[in-house]
């Protein structure tokens, strides 16, 4: 689904990500995880397509996102770690937007909006302004609006930040949901027990580098993840 | 503390003009020299104007020993400039910046956060007013009625002048940060009150240049009854003419007028600033009900967000869209007055055929200078600014966005300026061919305007900014545009100059074509390089 083959990404002098190879595959919960500046976000964000790489290739379902970059994101959806949405535009007016660009028909977009505007409690302020929103339910609406289209592959930047538990676990069922119909998710978290409990697999990157990755048992074995990932960080 | 307010605030004016926007970097001489000259245009350009209304004053005034009448007018004039200049952006620069929460919740006292603030109007101020004041100045030494006491004065009145706009300025912001608190549609409010200042202004403008033309034939009578109304409607500004004429004493008094202004301004903006901050009564909640869904497709979607934008920021929508309410208004007033019209036009085609025939060019540039005004394309691009992730994620060609940004000003220019031109034709009683031909000219120009808008706006995209009023107002991409697309319209008249053998409506569809190929030179560089661009910004 995702493959990543020796992506470099520098800011003048610093390397941000440095060789980095992944390979994720469809059904995949793929954890990204590493200290402050440690190359996530600029990794996320290449992969999303919104940040220009030095080297290496990133594949969406075989398509280069420098090549193909709008029919690899026709597949994906991706959602930034802060998620400023336009506040000119009320929640639904939002929503509407989005599916317009992907095309979804009006009885697909209505049944999908319901389904997870409920499921997160927002279908009653569906109506208000962007601008009246808590980041919490900026975060509820930028998830929505990544679901809407249901693509194949989710690209998260720490998308539990701003959540309330209730949120968070519905969030984990909807990411539980998107792997078992064939897609995958990659998403980067601070909260190595989510991480641990969530994902079929874990990266971890510290200066840019990937210092391990593959399945959970093959990260830490018998140790607690946050243990492991304290002595590699060392 | 107040250092590092004002450090911080200045860091934000100094990265806008000066610093690359991506790099950080200090810009290159050449673009800093390029910016430079542009400003100087810009200001010997507007300070033109005032050097002729202080040329058809100065002579009369001075040997009628009425030079406190030359300085107390022309002063006025620099107040209405620099509060128009200014208004606009005041009451966004004081209570809508994006740091507002932030600096809110560290121990800064919040009258050092409002005098930063102020210090930033009074320098927009000081710039306007000087428009005004520096030429009238310049034209009383040049004809050597001023020495050097009465020049250092006007220096001086100058600082105090700004400073008296500044409160001007700072007084209306209040009153519409007041309002908005307390209304449901803050757009509407801050746009109603604008444009009921706009009106105020255009029509003091308006009479102004009746007054000039009455000044000449009865200028010793007319002076009299101005003198005093000015003493006694407007007291402080005729110790301000006395002190431009060399007073120390009415130096004194206006300085302590100002001094007092500043401070009775800066006391009430400062005793409900924290609380105009703070309060947010929020609006009525609108429980959403669901309704059967309408789509469109990718490029009506963004065409629909991009209108949404313009509409719902009253500082956009007043600075982006007032040539759109001016050009109807015109066409309108054009109909109505279409007798004095004639009267006038049979004046102007007594100076010469070439006077006769330029007549529709002439209107067509005017239309166009209406057009050039509504700069809705050159922010569109900076006003992305922390949303930009949402357009580049999307599987949407970069180009159709910006293509999306070029339409909006043409959808919303075309209609009115069509109806101002063909009213305006109608008024002159010019035939259908020359009609067609300049509301070709016309179309012709709404297009290559929103063309160059977006060209500018990408090569010149800022996306980090604190109040939106620095990309919709101060940008260079605007500033760029506005002035660039001046120049365009008046070289459709200047041009006219040189080929006036044409016919005016041949030459007209000629404007028109001549244009083409600069709008489609530009929308290939837009779709090309400009999407390049902004898929990396």
């Known amino acids: 689904m995702l493959k990543i083959t020796n992506l470099s990404k520098s800011f003048g002098e610093k390397k941000a990500v440095d060789d980095l190879t992944l390979h994720i595959n469809p059904g995949e919960i793929y954890g990204f995880i590493g200290h402050n500046g440690a190359g996530k976000t600029t990794t996320l964000k290449s992969i999303a397509g919104i940040l220009r790489f030095d080297k290496g290739e990133i594949l969406i379902n075989g398509k280069s996102i420098v090549d193909e970059p709008i029919e690899c994101k026709k597949m994906m959806a991706y959602i930034p770690d802060n998620p400023d949405i336009y506040d000119f535009m009320t929640g639904i007016q939002y929503l509407n937007f989005i599916a317009d660009i992907f095309g979804i028909s009006a009885s697909d977009r209505q049944a999908r909006i319901r389904k997870y505007a409920d499921l997160f409690e927002l279908t009653s302020d569906l109506a208000q302004p962007v601008s009246a929103y808590s980041h919490g339910m900026k975060q509820k ?58 994902c079929d697999k874990v990266a971890v990157i510290k200066g840019g580098k990937l210092i391990i990755s593959g399945t959970m048992d093959e990260v830490k074995g018998n140790e607690s993840l946050e243990s492991v990932f304290l002595e590699l960080e060392g | 503390m107040f250092k590092a307010l004002f450090k911080k605030q200045f860091m934000e004016l100094n990265r806008m003009y000066f610093q690359d926007n991506k790099t950080g970097k200090i810009r290159s001489p050449k673009a800093i020299i390029g910016f430079v000259c542009l400003m100087l245009f810009v200001f010997v350009s507007v300070g033109f104007a005032f050097v002729g209304i202080s040329m058809a004053l100065a002579d009369a005034l001075h040997y009628g020993n009425l030079d406190w009448l030359f300085f107390a007018m022309m002063g006025l004039m620099a107040i209405a400039v620099g509060v128009f200049g200014s208004v606009f952006t005041t009451y966004s620069s004081l209570y809508l910046a994006r740091d507002n929460e932030l600096l809110l919740s560290m121990p800064i006292p919040s009258k050092y956060l409002l005098a930063v603030r102020i210090i930033t109007v009074y320098l927009s101020s000081l710039l306007y007013s000087a428009l005004a004041w520096i030429p009238s100045v310049a034209v009383y030494i040049q004809r050597g009625y001023m020495n050097a006491k009465m020049i250092a004065f006007c220096a001086v009145l100058q600082i105090l002048l700004s400073a008296v706009v500044t409160v001007l300025t700072c007084a209306l912001g209040w009153v519409i940060a007041a309002l908005a608190g307390r209304v449901k549609n803050k757009s509407i409010v801050t746009a109603v009150v604008t444009v009921a200042f706009m009106a105020g202004y255009y029509t003091v403008q308006f009479k102004l240049n009746s007054f000039l033309q009455y000044f000449a034939v009865n200028g010793g009578e007319l002076a009299d009854k101005i003198g005093s109304a000015i003493k006694v409607w407007v007291y402080p500004m005729y110790q301000f003419g006395l002190a431009g004429a060399g007073n120390g004493k009415s130096l004194a008094v206006f300085s302590a007028i100002t001094v007092v202004l500043c401070i009775l301004c800066y006391a009430i903006l400062s005793a409900s600033f924290v609380k105009i901050l703070t309060t947010n009564r929020g609006a009525k909640k609108t429980e959403y009900k669901e309704k059967s869904a309408k789509t469109s497709s990718a490029g009506i979607a963004l065409i629909k967000k991009e209108f949404k934008r313009f509409v719902k920021s009253p500082t956009y929508l007043i600075n982006g869209g007032l040539g759109l309410l001016i050009m109807p208004a015109a066409g309108i007033a054009a109909l109505i007055k279409k007798n004095d019209l004639q009267i006038a036009l049979e004046q102007f085609y007594a100076e010469g055929d070439f006077f006769k025939n330029a007549v529709p060019v002439f209107a067509v540039t005017v239309v166009c200078i209406m057009v050039s005004m509504n700069l809705i394309a050159p922010p569109s691009v900076s006003l992305e600014g922390r949303n930009i992730w949402v357009l580049q994620t999307l599987p949407v060609a970069a180009e159709k966005i910006l293509k999306a940004k070029r339409r909006i000003p043409v959808i919303l220019n075309t209609v009115p300026a069509i109806f101002c031109t063909a009213a305006v034709c109608s008024a002159m009683n010019a035939d259908a061919l020359m009609t067609v031909s300049a509301v070709a000219a016309v179309v012709s120009y709404i297009f290559l305007n929103a063309a160059l808008g977006v060209f500018f706006g990408v090569r010149k995209a800022n996306l980090v900014w604190t109040n939106e009023a620095v990309p919709i107002k101060q940008s260079s991409a605007v500033l760029i545009t506005m002035f660039g697309g001046m120049a365009a319209a008046a070289a459709v008249t200047a041009g006219y100059y040189f080929l006036q053998a044409i016919p005016a409506s041949i030459y007209l569809f000629g404007v028109a074509a001549i244009f083409v190929p600069f709008i489609l030179i530009l929308n290939r560089w837009i779709s090309r390089e400009g999407a390049a661009i902004f898929e990396t910004l």
């Open chain 1, 141 to 198: 609406l930028a998830i929505i609006s990544a679901w809407i289209h249901e693509p194949k592959l989710i690209i998260m930047d720490e998308p539990f930040v701003g959540l309330d538990p209730k949120a968070a676990h519905i969030l984990k069922g909807m990411m539980r949901e998107v792997c078992s119909g064939g897609g995958a998710i990659f998403f980067s978290t601070h909260v190595l027990e989510v991480a641990e409990k969530l």
